[in-house]
């Protein structure tokens, strides 16, 4: 079974500028998180979605944005860039419902705002 | 606030011999926990759930819950230098419908020396 995918692998932008990333899932998952990773704040929960529903929202501005297809797959948008939102952003999907309600996570999505 | 606490390190061990890794949580209600590997570079890939107290193996690796003492610890035995990396601990947080949440740890970086 394949894995989540995640597109682009990476990503060169400049500040004001906005971005669209994109996740599939694991064939049969229907939950897709966001996370951002950086050196200074570690992994960071972004939003989660479900049956194309936002259920969860972590600590962003606005400025973060995303959003479920009814294949399950996923895309998330940064409008206008800054440097601070450099990072490694991470997509994981789970299978919905029972224990223990694991997440995978797909090779990321590298951004860096000059 | 919720928060998972790692013990910082960085770890370092000798090829074969036995790496201990601990994550203290704070949020009594918590119910699944994660442990997770990251090499440099990487995204985390799933190594352990736990979600009853006690102890889970699973071939090398030996996750243990306290819920009393709001620890869990991961044991990884004859450990071996591909074992080096950095270790994340997760908690899931939420009921139901609001499930969905990883709060990370900051991660622990270990290191096994031939």
């Known amino acids: 079974k394949a894995g989540v995918t995640q597109t682009p692998r990476y990503l060169i932008k400049t500040r004001g500028q906005q971005v669209t990333l994109s996740c599939s899932p694991i064939s049969g998952h229907r939950s897709v998180s966001w996370y951002q990773q950086t050196p200074g704040q570690g992994l960071q929960f972004l939003f989660e979605?479900?049956?194309?529903?936002?259920?969860n929202k972590g600590n962003f501005p606005g400025r973060f944005s995303g959003r479920q297809f009814s294949n399950s797959r996923s895309e998330m948008n940064v409008s206008t860039l800054e440097l601070g939102d450099s990072a490694l952003y991470l997509c994981?999907?789970?299978?919905?419902?029972?224990?223990?309600?694991?997440?995978?996570f797909g090779p990321g999505t590298r951004l860096t705002v000059t | 606030q919720k928060e998972v606490e790692q013990n910082s390190g960085p770890l370092s061990v000798p090829e074969g011999a036995i790496a201990s890794l601990n994550c203290t949580y704070s949020?009594?209600?918590?119910?699944?926990f994660f442990w997770y590997r990251q090499y440099s570079g990487k995204s985390p890939e799933l190594i352990m759930s736990?979600?009853?107290?006690g102890d889970k193996e699973d071939g090398r690796f030996t996750a243990q819950l306290n819920k009393a003492s709001q620890y869990v610890s991961l044991l990884i035995r004859d450990s071996q230098p591909s074992d080096s990396a950095t270790y994340l601990c997760a908690e899931l947080v939420g009921r139901g419908s609001t499930l969905g949440r990883l709060y990370f740890g900051r991660g622990t970086q270990l290191t096994v020396w031939p």
């Open positions: 736990i979600y009853s107290n």
């Open positions: 979605y479900f049956s194309e529903t936002q259920r």
């Open positions: 949020d009594r209600g918590s119910q699944s």
């Open positions: 994981a999907s789970s299978l919905e419902g029972g224990a223990p309600y694991e997440q995978y």
